[in-house]
């Protein structure tokens, strides 16, 4: 079953990454990264072409309470977002029982390839299992999305179906993952 987890009030650290909820002065780096062509389309929405897209996103985030803001420890901006999803219950039957949600993310583009969505996402594995307590995470990208798929296989996820997204912009077809407590406790990942 899916599980709702409200981040008000949650501050994640790694190495290089501050992981917070978004605030209302996150607008301009969150612009700044959601505006630059071909990065949302990877993630089933298109690119921002105005600040005030992005503000009606940003006030979703904010009202949603269920998205992390990604900050560089280095240069303190926001440079992406990490997600706490509704999977698809469709595609997890087997786990009706059991407490669930998917991660979704996006990273600026000028920091691809450095490691930094999989360190993050490794922080929020451990949040949910030990601190959450919940039993499963899914995640899932589209199939030419090889960049994501990297991220899921270093975080140890377990391929479980093929299956189709139905989105702001189109259909896809798309791979879906999981990742179980007992992986993630007998040290799997
Ligand atoms: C998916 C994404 C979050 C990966 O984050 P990241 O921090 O760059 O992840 P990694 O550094 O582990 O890189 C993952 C893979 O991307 C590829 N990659 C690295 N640098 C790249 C670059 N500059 N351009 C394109 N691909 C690159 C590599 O294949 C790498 O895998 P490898 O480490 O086995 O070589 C990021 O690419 C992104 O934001 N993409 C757009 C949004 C998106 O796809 N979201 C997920 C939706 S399911």
Redesign the pocket.
């Known amino acids: 079953m899916n599980v709702r987890i409200d981040v008000s009030n949650i501050k994640l650290e790694t190495d290089r990454l501050i992981l917070r909820p978004f605030q209302e002065e996150d607008l301009t780096d969150f612009y700044a990264y959601a505006s630059v062509p ?3 389309e ?3 929405w298109t690119h921002h072409t105005s600040m005030e897209e992005s503000k009606k996103i940003l006030d979703i985030f904010l009202q949603e309470k269920k998205t992390f803001a990604i900050i560089n420890k280095e240069s303190k901006q926001v440079i ?1 977002s990490l997600g706490l999803e509704e999977y698809d219950e469709e595609y997890f039957k087997e786990y009706e029982d059991q407490r669930g949600l998917e991660l ?6 000028e ?10 996402v490794h922080r929020v594995i451990e949040f949910l299992f030990d601190e959450k307590n919940l039993d499963f995470i899914t ?4 199939i030419q ?4 798929r ?2 899921i ?2 975080n140890g996820f377990q391929f479980v179906c093929e299956g189709v997204y139905d989105g702001k912009i189109g259909k896809f077809e ?1 791979r879906n993952y999981i990742l179980r407590k007992e992986d993630y406790r007998n040290g799997k990942i």
């Open positions: 071909g990065v949302g990877m993630a089933g992406g979704g993310y996006v990273l600026s583009k920091y691809w390839g450095k490691g930094l969505m999989p360190e993050a995640c899932a990208h589209f999305n090889s960049q994501s990297r991220v296989e270093k798309d």
